[in-house]
């Protein structure tokens, strides 16, 4: 299993990014995604998933502001995110599950099998 994410970056206040995530190594249709966030000394967050069966949930980070979607014809995980606070500022992770569950249960536990390396977002006042 191999998750490369890219897109992030250093924005202002109000700005907007868009986050993917290239998948390889197995079957990326059948798995459950997610986008998780840790800022230095705080806990990871779960921002978004995507269940195994396509239902998509969001957790508090964002809610409202970000958009997960998955392109299985490209193996690729993306996050649109606009509005960028300061308090988004952390480093975002790309996270895979073989376990076929709603995007809820990874909402709430954050229990995921496979991690990307992260890309990091800044976001300045």
């Known amino acids: 299993v191999r998750l490369v994410e890219s897109g992030g970056g250093s924005v202002q206040t109000g700005g907007s990014l868009r986050l993917s995530c290239v998948a390889s190594?197995?079957?990326?249709?059948?798995?459950?995604m997610g986008w998780v966030r840790q800022a230095p000394g705080k806990e990871r967050q779960v921002v978004a998933a995507?269940?195994?069966?396509?239902?998509?949930g969001y957790g508090g980070p964002g809610k409202g502001r970000v958009t997960i979607s998955k392109d299985n014809a490209k193996n690729t995980l993306f996050l649109q995110m606009n509005s960028l606070e300061p308090e988004d500022t952390a480093m975002y992770y790309c996270?895979?599950?073989?376990?076929?569950?709603?995007?809820?249960?990874?909402?709430?536990?954050?229990?995921?099998?496979?991690w990307g390396q992260g890309t990091q977002v800044t976001v300045s006042s």
């Open positions: 995507v269940g195994s069966d396509g239902t998509i």
């Open positions: 996270a895979a599950s073989e376990t076929r569950l709603k995007a809820a249960y990874f909402v709430n536990s954050g229990h995921f099998d496979y």
């Open positions: 190594g197995f079957s990326f249709s059948t798995y459950s």
